[in-house]
């Protein structure tokens, strides 16, 4: 009996895994930069965690384009669900209960939702594994650093047009952000 049930947590643990085809830091590094991609559209499924003066959590889905952002933001941050919408002019950020607030500071508004800054405007960069152009940046074995925050990227994963990041980690000073991605969608 006691052998069946620990065949059937198995085989349950099993099932459960993903058949995402993951890469650690260095293979996924020369993969990555093996490929061009031209990415105007994406689509990103995750978990962000946020350490500071406290923990935040939150599930994200972030969708991009070339006019704006919309980020997703369940479980959102210790502070219930959210959407962040982001173009070249501002940023909307809707609580739960549908109320809305409007800044054309889109880094100083998010800071002054959440207690402290996080580079929004880079992240779309970021994520991506690539960084911003036409601003300094230094670079490690497995990231980079720019704007006084450390990129550093731990895994890869197999996407239908290539290697992209699955675990990021960004850092400054006591700040430090992960996430990991659980799905990309490229056009």
Same mark, same amino acid.
């Given at each position: 009996? %006691? =052998?069946? $049930?620990? +065949?059937?947590?198995? *085989?349950? &643990?099993?099932?459960?895994?993903?058949?995402?085809?993951?890469? #650690?830091?260095?293979?996924?590094?020369?993969?990555?930069?093996?490929?061009?991609?031209?990415?105007?559209?994406?689509?990103?499924?995750? %978990? =962000?965690? $946020?350490? +500071?003066?406290?923990? *935040?959590? &939150?599930?994200?889905?972030?969708?991009?384009?070339?006019?704006? #952002?919309?980020?997703?933001?369940?479980?959102?941050?210790?502070?219930?669900?959210?959407?962040?919408?982001?173009?070249?002019?501002?940023?909307? =950020?809707?609580?739960?209960?549908?109320?809305?607030?409007?800044?054309?500071?889109?880094?100083?508004?998010?800071?002054?939702?959440?207690?402290?800054?996080?580079?929004?405007?880079?992240?779309?960069?970021?994520?991506?594994?690539?960084?911003?152009?036409?601003?300094?940046?230094?670079?490690?074995?497995?990231?980079?650093?720019?704007?006084?925050?450390?990129?550093?990227?731990?895994?890869?994963?197999?996407?239908?047009?290539?290697?992209?990041?699955?675990?990021?980690?960004?850092?400054?000073?006591?700040?430090?952000?992960?996430?990991?991605?659980?799905?990309?969608?490229?056009?």
């Amino acid at each position: 009996m %006691r =052998l069946g $049930i620990l +065949s059937l947590m198995f *085989l349950l &643990a099993v099932a459960g895994c993903s058949s995402v085809k993951t890469y #650690d830091a260095q293979q996924g590094r020369v993969l990555s930069q093996q490929q061009r991609l031209d990415i105007q559209q994406w689509k990103m499924q995750g %978990r =962000l965690l $946020i350490k +500071s003066d406290e923990v *935040l959590t &939150a599930n994200v889905q972030w969708q991009h384009n070339n006019e704006r #952002d919309v980020l997703r933001l369940s479980g959102a941050l210790g502070l219930g669900a959210m959407m962040i919408e982001l173009d070249e002019h501002e940023v909307v =950020l809707q609580n739960a209960q549908g109320e809305k607030q409007v800044s054309q500071d889109v880094d100083a508004f998010i800071a002054r939702q959440i207690g402290f800054v996080v580079p929004i405007t880079a992240l779309r960069q970021w994520v991506l594994g690539a960084y911003l152009q036409d601003v300094p940046v230094r670079q490690f074995e497995n990231g980079f650093q720019q704007l006084g925050w450390r990129i550093r990227y731990d895994e890869y994963m197999q996407t239908p047009v290539g290697i992209m990041p699955r675990r990021i980690k960004i850092t400054k000073e006591q700040i430090k952000l992960k996430l990991i991605v659980d799905q990309w969608d490229m056009q």
